[in-house]
């Protein structure tokens, strides 16, 4: 598996990361041998989130031993009992809590997960996550989000890591935002890779969580030139400009490991990419990154 330096942090992470939100699907005698796969996978990247039910403490239980083995991100700054939502108060105590959740003493990448624009402008909640860092609980802030938010976190100077939409149909980050990122070493977690796996559903998934996808692909009218929906797509995420990793979620260690495989080939070529790349620009640039 590629290691790629998540920008200037200092940290380092694989080139496809392990998102945890699956982990409360997971039946309990198979959650060990899961994320111990993950790593056994050379997935050095591990995504979670306190809004991800039981997964903060089962990474903890399961993987406080193996601490020094990957890159741990989290998300702060909402729904913590006695503070309200997207406080200084929030995102401290959310961090304390987390840490205990997941059994260690330092979060490496903390992300303020999708709070507005006006709520960061407001600076409070950066505040929060800066003295978090000072007092080494936490190594580098960061941001997950979409769009204008995003765009004035990475401009910013803030934050050293961000997260955020890049896909076949979902390029408004990859375009507006990485090369800033870039240029300033901001490191990107690239989410949705796979873009919710639309292409799988022969009608419109209304009410679906691929459903905005799923029309976005209907207007490019684009397919893999391989005829593999999952290499084309994750490939093209994984390479894509300015991405550090790209984070996939599953509770099955045998698609991750496809996923892994797919991600060894390398780049797509050229011409592949550029066919997602011309359809976007034909189709897309008023699509906004989803958050």
Sequence with gaps: METRSLGRSGLLASALGFGAGHLGRVAPEAVGPLLHGVLDLGITLIDTARGYGPSEALIGEHLAHRRDAFTLVTKVGYDVEGCTDWTRAAVKQGIDAALRRLRTDRIDVCLLHSCDLGTLQRGEVIEGLA???AAGKVRVPGYSGDNEALHWAVASGHFGVVETSVNVVDQWSLHAVLPTAVAQGVGVIAKRPIANVAWTF?????????????????HMGVTPTSGDWLDAALRFTAFAPGVTTAIAG??????????????????????????????????????????
């Design 131 to 133: 003295e978090a860092v």
């Design 250 to 291: 599953s509770s099955s260690l045998s698609h991750l490991q496809a996923m892994a495989d797919v991600v060894a080939r390398g780049p797509l070529e050229d011409a592949a990419a550029a066919q997602w790349s011309d359809a976007w620009r034909a189709h897309g640039q008023a699509w906004p990154g989803l958050v």
């Design 202 to 218: 022969g009608e419109r998934p209304v009410g679906a969580y691929a459903e905005d996808y799923w029309v976005r692909l209907q």
